[in-house]
Nanobody, 125 residues
Framework: QVQLVESGGGLVPAGDSLRLPCAAS????????MAWFRQAAGKEREFVAG????????DYADSVKGRCTISRENTKNTVYLQMNSLKPEDTAGYYC??????????????????WGQGTQVTVSS
């Protein structure tokens, strides 16, 4: 059973940066794709960024493109989301997800096999 644990969230002023790590444990295979999603109060969970198993392909939602960078360290079984120039509309719970089979559409929640419990990011104006 794979476990994903996010950390790094907090309350920050607009314009600040945060780095969210997600540590994976309990698996014997490397994931095909890992991703970050977020869910604001009263809204559906939405795709933020995804990265391939080898780390050579990254995808971003238009709302964060240019401000966020996803990366992974396979030796540490950890994926990171670096968020810069944070805005109040970035306020949400941020969730890490992992897929252990080939994924065509990495923005779909349904393709992911495991999810973390989330870490809250609150950006004040």
């Amino acid at each position: 059973q794979v476990q994903l644990v996010e950390s790094g969230g907090g309350l920050v002023p607009a314009g600040d940066s945060l780095r969210l790590p997600c540590a994976a444990s309990g698996g014997t295979r490397r994931s095909y794709v890992m991703a970050w999603f977020r869910q604001a109060a009263g809204k559906e969970r939405e795709f933020v960024a995804g990265i391939s198993g080898s780390g050579d392909k990254e995808d971003y939602a238009d709302s964060v493109k240019g401000r966020c960078t996803i990366s992974r360290e396979n030796t540490k079984n950890t994926v990171y989301l670096q968020m810069n120039s944070l805005k109040p509309e970035d306020t949400a719970g941020y969730y890490c997800a992992a897929a252990f089979s080939p994924v065509r559409n990495n923005w779909l929640r349904s393709v992911y096999d495991y999810w973390g419990q989330g870490t809250q990011v609150t950006v004040s104006s």
